[in-house]
């Protein structure tokens, strides 16, 4: 057997064909399975929904995209982060937004506030894990709507928030 195969169990019908596969390999030691864990990250539904949703607010409001992606990553996903870090790179970035915050305390808000705000922007979505990124939709579903701005709910967001028809 020369090529490689993965399976990312998410039903039934998914597990009977890696076991029907695994049942299928010879016994002579010749292949060798491995069976681990996935972190999954974002979706690309979720990143759709995301930027659509970002268009529909820059449309709404007259900001810029960026300036609206920016605005949330300051609000949210700084909080999503420093309230539950995953992996060594939002804990890195953790620990340096804390250790920047001990620095800047001694200065005004008008001092300090620059200096923050520039830390917080080294965030990125790219680092978000699937509950992660779920959560950080969340909130800007819910500003959305405590702010009567109208965004699109189709598909994508269904799939981005893994919401199930009821049968």
């Known amino acids: 057997m020369n090529h490689s195969q993965s399976f990312v169990i998410r039903s039934p019908e998914i597990m009977g064909n890696c076991v029907s596969m695994i049942s299928q390999i010879p016994t002579d030691g010749s292949v060798t399975v491995d069976i681990k864990g996935t972190k999954e990250k974002r979706r690309l539904a979720q990143n759709s929904c995301y930027w659509m949703w970002i268009a529909d607010i820059s449309k709404h409001t007259g900001h810029t995209q960026d300036e609206i992606h920016d605005g949330f990553r300051k609000t949210y996903?700084?909080?999503?982060?420093?309230?539950?870090p995953h992996g060594r790179l939002q804990e890195a970035w953790c620990k340096t937004f804390s250790d920047i915050s001990e620095l800047v305390s001694d200065l005004s808000p008008e001092e300090a506030t620059p200096i923050i705000n520039r830390v917080k922007l080294l965030t990125s979505t790219t680092w978000c894990n699937l509950a992660q990124f779920t959560e950080y939709l969340n909130r800007i579903d819910q500003y959305c709507i405590s702010k009567v701005i109208p965004i699109r709910h189709p598909d994508e967001y269904r799939i981005a928030m893994d919401i199930r028809n009821a049968a």
């Open 77 to 84: 996903l700084t909080a999503i982060f420093l309230a539950e």
